[in-house]
């Protein structure tokens, strides 16, 4: 028994002393080679609450988003809320006879620009067909996504017709598969739906649900050699996993119809494996926007991109706003 016990402690340390060097290893080369972590946070918002059903808080006065590197503050951007907890967007001119309501996450919410420089109030300015409304939600998950869609009643809008489009990319699958980047950063505190007969039901948040496997991913999540193997790898799903992330989608569609809404999926440029979601959306019948392969970089002549977080500029909604506006009239003519 000495003897056993002698021998594991030996193996204990060997793997102890290995993984100290490779992460020192991977700490210096993450370093040097421009791959290291950027310290940040976000913050400054005035006030959350939860707001009718919704499982999850959100803000509902204006505020301040405020990005640090260190101490230091590289980033503050204002936002506005109306009654409705709905970010501002710039009125249209006349009155539209239809709604256009956008939902998503800070994608759509417009972290780091203006409120009349997001991508529904791009979008507003050029359409008077439609009245744009902001409900992107910062972080939002597709199943948040859809219990936001759940909460807005028809009457919120003096548009009794429109549609709903949903702004996806390739971090909405992470974060509705629980994948390490999600729980290990912000996911840690974002509300857990368990899947209960077509339903995403709220039940908790991913620290209190599952604290093991929450502590396991922060704890990976901020290693270097963690950060080292995820630069070198490209995200990507399986069938069942994209098939699974299409059904809650269906669910919007539905909910929308429910709502006198038509609804359309947006896909982001650089969405991996939009192929296969394009396959998927096509079979279950599901307008989208494909906007996969548009070089962003190209179009906002390198300024696709807020440096410090990488969260899209006023030139890159500006940009897709316009082709929404011209695509749109493609997919739903009649409306």
């Known amino acids: 028994m000495g003897t056993l016990i002698k021998r ?23 370093t040097f ?24 808080q959100i803000p509902i006065k204006d505020g301040v988003i405020r990005k640090f590197r260190g101490e230091e503050l590289v980033l503050a951007s204002t ?22 309501a956008f939902l998503g996450c800070s994608f759509t919410f417009g972290v780091g620009v203006k409120d009349g420089e997001s991508l529904p109030s791009q979008t507003q300015l ?56 999600y729980i290990g950063g912000y996911g840690l505190y974002k509300t857990f739906y368990e899947k ?8 908790g948040v991913f620290k209190e649900r599952f604290p093991l496997r929450s502590w396991l991913a922060r704890f990976i999540f901020f290693s270097h050699t963690y950060n080292l193997i995820r630069s070198h790898l490209s995200d990507s799903f399986s069938d069942s996993e994209l098939e699974d992330y299409v059904g809650i989608v269906k669910r919007m569609q539905t909910e929308s119809e429910r709502r006198n809404g038509k609804f359309v999926l947006l896909i982001w440029p650089n969405t991996n494996q939009a192929e296969e979601l394009v396959s998927l959306l096509k079979r279950g019948k599901i307008p989208y926007l494909d906007y996969s392969k548009l070089n962003l970089h190209l179009l906002t002549n ?17 940009v897709l706003g316009q082709k929404i506006v011209a695509d749109l009239d493609l997919v739903f003519p009649s409306i």
């Open 126 to 181: 050029g359409t008077g067909k439609y009245r744009v409304y902001n409900y992107g939600v910062g972080g939002a998950s597709p199943a948040d996504v859809l219990h936001r869609l759940m909460n807005i009643n028809v009457s919120d809008h003096k548009e009794k017709k429109g549609v709903f489009l949903y702004s996806m990319f390739s971090g909405h699958l992470k974060r509705y598969h629980s994948r390490m980047e």
């Open 79 to 100: 936002f506005s809320i109306d009654d409705l907890t709905r970010r501002v967007s710039v009125l249209p001119k006349g009155n539209p006879p239809k709604f256009l």
């Open 33 to 56: 080679s421009g791959l290291g972590f950027q310290t940040g946070t976000s913050g400054g918002f005035v006030q959350k609450q939860k707001w009718r059903n919704l499982p999850f």
């Open 196 to 203: 209960r007969n077509g339903d995403w039901i709220p039940s």
């Open 302 to 318: 390198g300024k696709a991109t807020i440096p410090i977080d990488g969260h899209p500029t006023a030139e890159t909604y500006k």
């Open 8 to 30: 594991s402690l030996q193996i204990f340390c060997i793997l102890l002393v290995f993984g100290l060097t490779l992460e020192l290893v991977s700490a210096l080369y993450t």
